[in-house]
């Protein structure tokens, strides 16, 4: 089901109205009148690529914490962890969303460490310090399955999983995969990517040949329907206790997908909050308390 409030609240300004946005829309509006096939490629482009840019996304981070780059695809990841944490601390791994960074979950990183908990914080491809120009959320779910896998393969299994907007949609989708999991969190959830391509090609103009082109050549690409990643088509194959987290004033993601994701999955719990919208909660003390309870020893 497509979530109409997500197009909604980010009809707010999520793109905004910089000079480049507004060359890319005339740009974008030209061509699929003149050269259908070159705007649909642009169009992809443009779609991928994570906005803000990446270099805007590299904030300093404490010294006590280890950097540590991996390959991955065409791209790279970055993850950071507390360099003092014990070896056989349990495992946590969270993860920012699109445009975002991992020093966005560094509040509930440091929380977590406190309680004994051993968290790794992942930058995904073409974000903050990670290689890439361009991502999506299948590269998103595809990176947190193999962050997990090799951790495993280290001797460092992944108890718990959490991911803040697109970065949860993509942990739910790998957490009905049958990643092994305890918990679950997700922040402030989108509920439907195909409400995503209706928001896009309304800012930029595109006729619904375009939009419809822009999603499938993004499907083939990567081998997944965008439907796939909807709460009632992951829901049903989680089996990990899930703590969903949202606030009845997300201006990104609306109240409306949090609670289709709580819906979805059998046994979770939802987490309302009041004034936070789609960024503080992440910091939150209040929150940040609500989810190292939930996390548990």
Do not use: C
Not at 7 to 21: C, Q, R
Not at 26 to 48: C, D, E, I, M, Y
Not at 69 to 74: H, L
Not at 233 to 257: K, S, Y
Request: net charge positive; charged share 20%.
């Amino acid at each position: 089901m497509d979530s109409p409030s997500s197009a909604v609240g980010l009809n707010a300004g999520f793109y905004g109205e910089s000079l480049g946005i507004r060359l890319s829309r005339l740009a974008l509006r030209s061509s699929q009148k003149l050269w259908p096939g070159l705007a649909v490629r642009a169009a992809v482009r443009l779609f991928t690529t994570p906005v803000p840019p990446k270099w805007l996304q590299r904030p300093p981070w404490p010294a006590a914490w280890r950097v540590e780059r991996w390959p991955f695809e065409r791209a790279g990841l970055t993850l950071y962890a507390p360099a003092d944490a014990p070896p056989d601390a349990p495992v946590a791994l969270l993860v920012h969303g699109w445009g975002g960074h991992a020093r966005q979950l560094l509040p509930l990183g440091e929380a977590l460490a406190q309680q004994g908990w051993r968290p790794v914080l992942l930058e995904l491809p073409a974000h903050g310090r990670s290689a890439g120009s361009t991502s999506s959320l299948p590269q998103f779910a595809r990176a947190i399955e193999y962050v997990a896998q090799r951790l495993q393969a280290q001797g460092q299994a992944v108890r718990l999983l959490a991911g803040h907007s697109l970065g949860a949609n993509a942990a739910a989708h790998a957490a009905s995969g049958g990643l092994p999991l305890e918990r679950l969190l997700l922040l402030a959830p989108p509920a439907s990517p195909r409400a995503y391509t209706r928001y896009f090609a309304q800012v930029f103009g595109l006729h619904e040949g375009t939009r419809a082109a822009l999603q499938e050549r993004i499907e083939q690409r990567e081998g997944k329907l965008m439907r796939q990643f909807e709460p009632q088509a992951v829901g049903p194959r989680v089996a990990a206790a899930t703590l969903v987290v949202h606030d009845r004033g997300d201006r990104v993601n609306g109240f409306a997908d949090g609670e289709a994701f709580a819906r979805a999955i059998p046994g979770a719990r939802l987490l309302a909050t009041d004034g936070l919208g789609h960024r503080k909660l992440l910091r939150d003390p209040h929150v940040l308390e609500a989810l190292v309870r939930f996390a548990g020893p």
